[in-house]
């Protein structure tokens, strides 16, 4: 074991934090989220058991964020589910708040298919068992 490392992150995990380098993007997956087809060319990390809110503590707590405009995004609703209640929004935006100064306004919202596409070319997927809807981010590493 070590020092300061959040239980929820594996070996594994960690192994791939450390990995990425400035600019490479990890993502947080619900349990709706399809990781599996989406990590085809990347790296997929079971997280069976925690929440995308807790997975998203833990990981700020060790990367950074990138300086760019919008190192978060999140998944945005379809028009049709434009009534839905996103309560895990605001718990992401203060999560990300304890990390970063630009609290916030470092995250950024992207349609569902887009999120997709660009989740394809993440270098790693974690896949949380998450059970709020449109709770999936994109995190982009910066530098220390």
Known sequence: MLKGIPRIISPELLKILDEMGHGDRIVIGDGNF????????????????????????AILSLLPLDSVEHPVLIMDKMPEHKDLETPVWDEFKKTVAKYDERGGNACGMIGRFDFYDEAKKAYAVVATTEMAFYSCVILQKGCL
Do not use: F, T, Y
């Open 34 to 57: 399809p990781a599996a087809s989406v990590s085809k060319n990347s790296k997929l990390v079971r997280a069976d058991g925690v929440g995308a809110v807790e997975m998203l503590d």
